[in-house]
């Protein structure tokens, strides 16, 4: 990742795992990551399987997410960063996720949150996504491996039907949502431009997101949905 800018973000993110591995370190089994790109995630989690939906020479080995070839209770935690809105099937995956995960294993992800920054940012960089709130089907058949997925899934998934999903999936619980990131993405210029901001700016950046950091409920372009499976 050379743009210095989106790799700061990427960082930010990468930390929110801390929580994941600092809880878990009882729970036997796999660190997976799914949809690993060019990341670098492990760097932050030690003993990652990094696995991709295409032949990439960043991961360890090609998985189809909506088909996970793991044992039952073989997963420690599964990790998906910026995926899930994606998946063709959300539904399929989160099936072979409560199969495959230990009892108290987890499940996290980052993925966008619903409010206005985060659908202007999808106006103005990801041309090649759309979000629709609206939608009531918790599919997305035109999804692609980059393209045509909807931005507002998880937001749909697991805070406007969370009720919904725990009477579906009643061994998955989720535990916590954090959000984060106002403009970091922005300014980075996402996975389509350049960055906007000379990277000797990152300081300031990363002062203003602190600053910001009570009204991510509200403002903030990301968030972190933290799920854990029951005994």
């Known amino acids: 990742m050379t743009n210095p800018v ?54 360890a080995r090609v998985s189809d997410a909506m088909n996970l070839e793991f044992e039952p209770d073989s997963l420690r935690a599964i990790f998906l960063i910026g995926v899930f809105h994606h998946l063709k099937s959300p539904i399929q995956f989160l099936k072979h996720a409560e199969r495959c995960l230990h009892p108290g294993g987890r499940l996290l992800l980052i993925e966008p949150n619903n409010t206005l920054p985060q659908k202007l940012l999808c106006r103005v960089l990801d041309h090649y996504e759309f979000y629709d709130d609206t939608l009531t089907e918790w599919e997305t058949p035109s999804a692609k491996t980059m ?19 725990h009477a579906k999936f ?51 372009s990301m968030m972190t949905i933290e799920i854990e499976k029951l005994a």
């Not at 393209?147 to 999903?165: E, K, P, S, Y």
């Not at 970091?184 to 990277?199: C, E, H, I, N």
């Open 147 to 165: 393209t045509g997925a909807n931005l507002a899934m998880a937001w749909m998934i697991f805070i406007r039907d969370a009720d919904r999903f």
């Open 6 to 59: 989106l790799k700061s973000a990427y960082v930010r993110w990468y930390r929110e795992t801390a929580s994941v591995l600092r809880e878990t370190t009882a729970v036997p089994g796999i660190l997976l990551e799914i949809g690993c790109g060019s990341g670098f995630l492990e760097q932050h989690v030690p003993g990652l399987l990094k696995t991709d939906a295409i032949p990439n020479p960043f991961a």
């Open 170 to 220: 009643p061994k998955l619980r989720i535990r916590n949502i954090r959000y984060h990131t106002f403009l970091a993405y922005f300014v980075s210029g996402g996975m389509t431009y350049k960055p906007f901001l000379p990277a000797p700016l990152l300081p300031l950046l990363n002062g203003i997101e602190r600053l910001l950091s009570p009204l991510g409920r509200w403002l903030s």
